[in-house]
């Protein structure tokens, strides 16, 4: 196509923010329309590419490529196929989110928006890139304005989340640089897609392929998070505004899976077959432990921060099962958490700032109080848990049902049991969050606090109505998911 789709997707929010930052005078309303309007533009467009992606393809589309650094080989070149298509909708959606989210801000809301702005440009990049050098850059660009966000309009200690985050991310980031300079130097290509067709016997001549794998692994797995790398996560979303938060769960973790996929499985198909045990063990370990810290909590938001340590190891257990099922599941579960942990972060930011509390124990009746509050909380919190008809019980179903039939090693069936025991302390942990705040009996200092307004019931309806729609007929996701995972199980030997 002659149109540049997705560096329009990309760098329109760049825009928007620069204008948001450098034009002087502006009025607050005038900068959050100007924020809506160059997040809805993006987000129309990639729902635009979602209809005109050619479902008979298994290639990747609406490419574009430009020479950038010619003495690396490094180019400008985006792409995105059934894999990264369905994220990219999915950031744009949220992106867009947000802003409305936003609207009560009134702190220094120049540089809110602006940051805000950015951070979607940086996760629609990652997904995007088909260029390592190019990947890593979006990648670390959006720690700046997570760091801004949380350490600026968050609560709690919210330096102190704020430079945990850095420092972990930077962590990763570091070991991940590592990784793509050993696979450049030793194939002189920064191409994913040549590399992934190329195969890797050569690295051998750096260091083995399995080093550079984890050296790569440990970047993403952070982001994810993964036990015992996932600490900073309950902090960040705890003390980060509410569309910190949302964008947090709802997008920026997913680039850890994503990379997983992209980049680990892809380019190491073997490394990735030799190694599936010990991560899928890992992969248990973060579905059961997350799970019981979860039920631990007493604060709402970290609550729902510690249940998406939990729901990513399912991710992990369906990307390295390494089955073509298992796949499709895995990436399904990262659309539908970003759909249902960011209604949950919505959800409980709003609780919060109408009722001014969030300690679960100080708590309770507020169904009768707010009830538009609680009954799309209570949806999100049934779709957390899997409740047939909604996005979870449709991913996960899937990613069990892939993995428990996968032949990546010999004890998969009984690491797919371990962890559907996830899936049961979900139940407790999201219902017991459901009932201490919104039943019981009614507490009257509670009595006349507001309930949703109309804007607010505009985003939480577009929620409901995708969580609702991927769950009631999963196809329209994975009919274009199977495209880009049928190429990397091709390269697994399936």
Not at 54 to 68: A, G, I, N, T
Not at 325 to 333: D, N, P, R
Not at 356 to 384: C, H, M, N, T, W
Request: proline share 4%; hydrophobic share 55%; charged share 10%.
């Amino acid at each position: 196509m002659d149109f540049n789709y997705l560096t329009t997707i990309i760098f329109l929010p760049v825009l928007g923010a620069i204008l948001i930052a450098f034009i002087p005078g502006l009025s607050a309303r005038l900068i959050k329309r100007i924020a809506a309007i160059f997040t809805l533009i993006p987000l129309a467009l990639s729902v635009f590419l979602f209809c005109q992606f050619d479902r008979s393809l298994v290639v990747m589309q609406f490419q574009e490529k430009l020479s950038w650094i010619p003495a690396i080989n490094a180019h400008y070149h985006l792409g995105v196929d059934g894999l990264s298509l369905p994220l990219v909708v999915l950031t744009a959606f949220l992106g867009f989110i947000v802003v409305l989210i936003s609207w009560k801000i009134n702190l220094r809301i120049r540089e809110y928006f602006a940051w805000l702005l950015l951070l979607e440009a940086s996760i629609l990049g990652v997904f995007c890139s088909l260029d390592l050098l190019l990947f890593f850059i979006f990648w670390e660009i959006e720690v700046i304005p997570m760091y801004f966000l949380i350490s600026v309009w968050g609560s709690g200690r919210k330096e102190y989340s704020a430079i945990k985050y850095v420092v972990y991310t930077l962590f990763g980031s570091a070991m991940m640089l590592a990784g793509i300079l050993s696979l450049y130097f030793t194939t002189g290509s920064l191409s994913m897609i040549e590399l992934a067709e190329g195969g890797l016997g050569m690295v051998q001549s750096i260091m083995p392929a399995a080093a550079i794998f984890f050296l790569l692994l440990t970047g993403f797995a952070v982001k994810l998070p993964v036990v015992p790398v996932h600490t900073w996560l309950p902090d960040a979303h705890t003390d980060a505004p509410t569309a910190g938060s949302v964008m947090l769960a709802g997008a920026l973790i997913k680039m850890g899976g994503y990379g997983m996929i992209r980049v680990c499985v892809s380019i190491f198909p073997q490394v990735a077959r030799d190694y599936a045990p010990l991560l899928v063990i890992l992969a248990v370990i973060s579905v059961l432990y997350g799970a019981a810290l979860t039920l631990r909590q007493t604060d709402l938001k970290r609550l729902i921060a510690y249940s998406s340590v939990s729901h990513m190891g399912f991710v992990l257990l369906g990307v390295f099962a390494l089955g073509q099922v298992s796949l499709t599941g895995a990436a399904l579960q990262m659309v539908s958490h970003g759909l249902i942990t960011g209604l949950l972060f919505a959800m409980a930011g709003l609780t919060i700032h109408n009722v001014g509390e969030r300690d679960l124990s100080k708590l309770g009746g507020l169904a009768r109080q707010i009830p538009i509050i609680a009954v799309v909380f209570s949806i999100a919190g049934l779709g957390g848990l899997g409740m047939p008809t909604t996005s979870g019980f449709a991913a996960e179903f899937i990613t069990f049902i892939g993995s428990f039939s996968s032949t990546a090693f010999s004890g998969m069936q009984v690491c797919t049991i371990l962890a559907v025991l996830g899936v049961v302390l979900a139940a407790g942990y999201i219902l017991w969050m459901l009932q201490r705040t919104f039943y019981g009996p009614v507490l009257e200092q509670y009595n006349g606090i507001k309930d949703a307004d109309g804007l607010e019931r505009v985003y939480m309806s577009a929620f409901i109505v995708l969580i609702m729609l991927v769950g009631i007929y999963p196809a329209i996701i994975t009919d274009i998911i199977k495209l880009g995972i049928s190429p990397i199980v091709g390269l697994l030997g399936g």
